[in-house]
């Protein structure tokens, strides 16, 4: 993978579902960075008090009220985004859900299907849709969507790797999703924007009941990586700490 671009000079990132786990330590990485970082989140009060102690850090932030299931939502972080930077370096989505359990195929609440499909998916093209005339006009634009391993095919086929319980739900929303990045990287080819799918790994956080084994700043290394990559980086692949991972 490419050097890191390091001219962060008033470079400007959202990250959605930053207000907590995952989310919040790519903001606070990017912070550190010397970029200024748009917060998005849906809930008012964890929205600012995130943003209160990235600042408190030194970091350079600003919350965005965001709900990427909502086009009115969406549309509005747009125009605040526009109104106070007028560009956007990079878009990190990152908000995401499990759609809860259980997700067995045979006995699923197919409800629980749709909202992983729509926050995990539907949000991601919303929120990147509506934000790419920003990306645009910056020199060297990034998107960066945080996947997970388990929406790998070639995982989930391979006898003995570890793929996480059955979750018919969840795991096939990220492989969606990794599909979408594919097409969206095809077809910003011949753009200066670089998109890429991340897996944080089996990270502690709310939304696995803090089970997973390594940090949230550990889960915010790859995205963070890939938000900031040259401009000789990779487009339209998947990766994870340790380097690529199988569709």
Do not use: H, M
């Given at each position: 993978m490419s050097e890191t671009n390091t001219n962060t000079h008033h470079k400007v990132a959202l990250v959605t579902g930053a207000n907590k786990g995952i989310g919040y330590e790519i903001a606070a990485g990017l912070g550190a960075l010397g970029w200024?970082?748009?917060?998005?989140?849906?809930?008012?009060?964890?929205?600012?008090?995130?943003?209160?102690?990235?600042?408190?850090?030194?970091?350079d932030a600003f919350g965005v009220p965001l709900d990427v299931t909502d086009d009115a939502s969406v549309t509005a972080a747009a125009r605040a985004l526009e109104e106070r930077t007028g560009r956007l370096d990079a878009l990190v989505n990152n908000a995401g859900i499990t759609g809860g359990g259980p997700q067995e195929p045979s006995t699923v609440d197919v409800d629980r299907v749709r909202a992983a499909v729509e926050t995990n998916v539907i949000g991601v093209i919303r929120t990147t849709n509506a934000l790419l005339p920003l990306l645009r006009r910056s020199p060297s634009p990034r998107i960066v969507n945080v996947s997970s391993s388990v929406g790998s095919l070639t995982l989930q086929t391979t006898p003995g790797a570890e793929t996480g319980p059955i979750a018919v739900a969840y795991a096939p929303?990220?492989?969606?999703?990794?599909?979408?990045?594919?097409?969206?990287?095809?077809?910003?080819?011949?753009?200066?924007?670089?998109?890429?799918?991340?897996?944080?790994?089996?990270?502690?956080?709310?939304?696995?009941?803090?089970?997973?084994?390594?940090?949230?700043?550990?889960?915010?290394?790859?995205?963070?990586?890939?938000?900031?990559?040259?401009?000789?980086?990779?487009?339209?692949?998947?990766?994870?700490?340790?380097?690529?991972v199988p569709w």
């Open positions: 200024s970082v748009g917060v998005g989140a849906r809930n008012d009060e964890r929205r600012e008090a995130a943003v209160a102690k990235l600042r408190a850090a030194g970091a929303s990220k492989t969606f999703l990794n599909a979408v990045t594919v097409q969206y990287a095809k077809e910003l080819a011949d753009t200066p924007i670089l998109i890429n799918a991340v897996c944080p790994g089996f990270t502690a956080t709310d939304l696995n009941g803090f089970r997973g084994v390594r940090t949230p700043e550990q889960g915010a290394t790859a995205a963070i990586r890939l938000a900031t990559v040259g401009d000789d980086g990779p487009t339209g692949r998947f990766f994870d700490d340790e380097g690529e």
